[in-house]
């Protein structure tokens, strides 16, 4: 079944670097945070791009945090289990590092963000507000939820959607080079 979900994982990855949004990065993307001296009142000013690049990115990003095959904890979980760690010990820690990566800013991000809402306003939060916007629009709650945080102020889910994927997106593409050499030196026990 790795075999399987890996490869899979592998196609998704190559789709991944395809979406103009992965290469070029967050074009046009930028922020500013402003913090009035007499209140104290923190305001954000954000430019974030083409919403349809960030829509097609998300579209393919998207199936390696759901419960399918190319799930990134998933992938990392097996692949860890099943490499022959006596004769790949660099590929088996390489493997254990990416898991310990992807799980530190996926859960928390690059900084920790929290407002008066919510303690932790983490990458993993708030990818899955923004799938539910774009992908599944019968969750009323969700989407409000996105929309209260995108019109408050500072616009926390944002900075931190921003901040962090770039970073996962390499965590995604340096596991996909680390599963090719994998099997491409037939480092997992598949029987």
Known sequence: ??????IFFLDVADEL??????????TDFNFK??????????????????EEDFRSFLMTFRKFI?????????????????????????LWSKLKTMKSFWRQIYSTGIIKIRNKYIDNISPEYVLS???SYYFHHDNKGRIKELKRLL???????????????PKLVDIILGTSALIRQ??????????
């Open 1 to 6: 079944m790795l075999k399987k979900n890996s």
């Open 17 to 26: 670097t395809n979406r103009r949004f992965t290469p070029d990065g967050l």
């Open 33 to 50: 945070i402003y913090t009035d001296n007499q209140s104290g009142k923190i305001t954000t000013e954000i430019h974030s791009g083409d």
């Open 66 to 90: 759901l419960n399918e095959p190319a799930n990134v904890d998933h992938i990392l979980n097996k692949s860890i289990q099943l490499i022959k760690k006596d004769k790949f010990p660099d």
């Open 129 to 131: 507000l923004f799938c």
């Open 151 to 165: 019109d408050s102020e500072p616009r926390s889910a944002e900075i931190q959607l921003y901040w962090s994927l």
């Open 182 to 191: 994998g099997l491409d030196k037939d480092a997992f026990d598949f029987s």
